[in-house]
Nanobody
């Protein structure tokens, strides 16, 4: 069982930055591919970024490439999402998720956090 707790969300002006953190319980964190998804008001949840469990390879949805960076610290059981040059369309609840496999954008994850709200004002 893995529990995920996100933090770092908040209100920021367009062009600003935020860093989201996701702390995981358990001793098997390094075995999981870690991903971030988001869900904007009135929209479906979408894949944002992933960091593969063994290779450390990273993947991003096109709309955040060059602006967001996903990273992980296995010693701290934590995954991060550094978000720069934020835009109003980045406003959403951001969810951390864990997958005991290579990355997937389908949303069929093994564990989910409860989410943290990011609001970007124009």
């Amino acid at each position: 069982q893995v529990q995920l707790v996100e933090s770092g969300g908040g209100l920021v002006q367009a062009g600003g930055s935020l860093r989201l953190s996701c702390a995981a319980s358990g001793r098997t964190f390094s075995r999981y591919t870690m991903e971030w998804f988001r869900q904007a008001p009135g929209k479906e949840r979408e894949f944002v970024a992933a960091i593969n469990r063994f290779s450390g390879n990273t993947y991003y949805t096109n709309s955040v490439k060059g602006r967001f960076t996903i990273s992980r610290d296995n010693a701290k059981n934590t995954v991060y999402l550094q978000m720069n040059s934020l835009k109003p369309e980045d406003t959403a609840v951001y969810y951390c998720a864990a997958l005991n496999s290579d990355y997937s954008i389908s949303g069929d994850m093994d564990y989910w956090g409860k989410g943290t709200l990011v609001t970007v004002s124009s």
